[in-house]
C-alpha cells in the first residue's frame, strides 16, 4: 500500500486517539504489517507499546503511557467508541491516577488500571486490578477514563500507602477543590482501622492522615486557599495578573490541565504582548 493512502487510513484513528493506533485497528482498514513497519522505517511512526503506534508528527502528552495501554486493553475497538465503565477496558487508576489528576510527589513510572474482570498483561510496568467501579467513581480526562479524586484517594488508602503521601494528595486535592472534606471523611471510614485510627472512623482518619504533614482538618478549613486550576477556567494570560496566580502555579500546570480549562499558553501569550507594533 501506498505511504500517502496508509497515513490516510490511520488518520482515521489518530485523530482520535491522541494520534495513535493500534496494530489490529490498522489491520481492520487494510494497512498489513509490511506497511506498517515501512512506516516506521521512513519515520511515519514510532511503537509507544507493543500493538500501539504513533504518528510521530503528534505531539505526546503527559499521559501518553496510560493511553497506550488503555487502547491495548481493546486494541480492535476505537476510543471513542468505548464507554466510560467498559466490561471489557479498565480505567486509570491508583497512583497513576494520582498524577494525572496533578496529585502527590512520588514519581510512578507504572500504569496502574482498575479493571472489571481478572486479566493480566505480561508488561511488569502494567499493574491490573480487578475492582467493580461505579459511574460516580470515575471522570474522563482528555478522553481517558480515570478514577475521581476521591475514588483515588480511597483506592490508595485500601493499598496501605504511606500516610504522610496520601495526607499530601489530601491536601493538594483539597485546595485545588476536588474534593470536600465533610465527604472525605465519609468516604474513607473503612480504612480507619488498617491506620490505627481512634476512634475508628473516617473522622478520626482524617485528622491522623493530616497530622502526618503537622495539619487538622481546622487549619484545612481556616488556611487561605490558593487560587485553583478551577477558578482559572477561561481566564487569558492578560488576566492572570489578578488572580493572584505564582509562577509556581502555572510551572506546573502540565499542557493537558492547560487545554481542559481552556488557558491559551502563557508564554505564546507572554510574547505576543510583549512584542513591539511594526513600524508604520
Not at 497506550?68 to 476505537?78: F, I, T
Not at 500504569?111 to 486479566?119: A, F, G, H, K, Y
Not at 460516580?136 to 488508602?157: A, E, K, N, Q, Y
Not at 484545612?220 to 477558578?231: E, H, N
Request: glycine share 8%; proline share 5%; hydrophobic share 40%.
Amino acid at each position: 500500500m501506498e505511504t500517502v493512502k496508509a497515513l490516510e487510513l490511520l488518520g482515521e484513528y489518530t485523530a482520535g486517539q491522541w494520534g495513535m493506533v493500534t496494530t489490529r485497528q490498522a489491520l481492520n482498514l487494510g494497512v498489513d504489517d509490511v506497511t506498517l513497519h515501512r512506516l516506521k522505517r521512513a519515520g511515519f511512526l514510532e511503537t509507544v507499546r507493543r500493538g500501539v503506534h504513533a504518528l510521530t508528527a503528534s505531539s505526546p502528552s503527559g499521559a501518553r503511557a496510560e493511553q497506550a495501554v488503555w487502547l491495548s486493553l481493546r486494541p480492535a475497538v476505537a476510543g471513542w467508541e468505548r464507554p466510560k465503565l467498559d466490561p471489557d477496558g479498565g480505567v486509570i487508576s491508583h497512583h497513576s491516577a494520582a498524577r494525572l489528576h496533578g496529585l502527590g510527589e512520588l514519581v510512578n513510572r507504572r500504569v496502574e488500571m482498575t479493571v472489571p474482570r481478572r486479566r493480566t498483561m505480561r508488561d511488569p510496568d502494567v499493574w491490573l486490578r480487578r475492582a467493580d467501579l461505579s459511574e460516580t467513581d470515575v471522570t474522563v480526562l482528555d478522553g481517558l477514563p480515570t478514577t475521581t479524586p476521591m475514588r483515588t484517594i480511597c483506592d490508595l488508602l485500601d493499598q496501605h500507602n504511606d500516610a504522610s503521601h496520601v495526607a499530601t494528595i489530601i491536601r493538594q486535592a483539597v485546595e485545588a477543590g476536588q474534593v470536600r472534606l465533610d465527604e472525605l471523611a465519609n468516604e474513607i471510614g473503612p480504612y480507619a482501622s488498617y491506620y490505627g485510627a481512634v476512634p475508628s472512623d473516617g473522622a478520626a482518619l482524617l485528622e491522623q492522615l493530616l497530622a502526618q504533614i503537622g495539619l487538622s482538618t481546622v487549619d484545612m478549613t481556616t488556611r487561605p486557599s490558593p487560587i485553583t486550576w478551577g477558578q482559572l477556567a477561561g481566564v487569558s494570560w492578560g488576566e492572570l495578573k489578578d488572580k493572584g496566580v505564582t509562577w509556581g502555579q502555572l510551572a506546573t500546570m502540565s499542557p493537558d490541565i492547560a487545554r481542559r480549562l481552556g488557558i491559551a499558553s502563557a508564554t505564546g501569550e507572554a510574547n505576543n504582548e510583549n512584542k513591539p507594533e511594526d513600524a508604520t
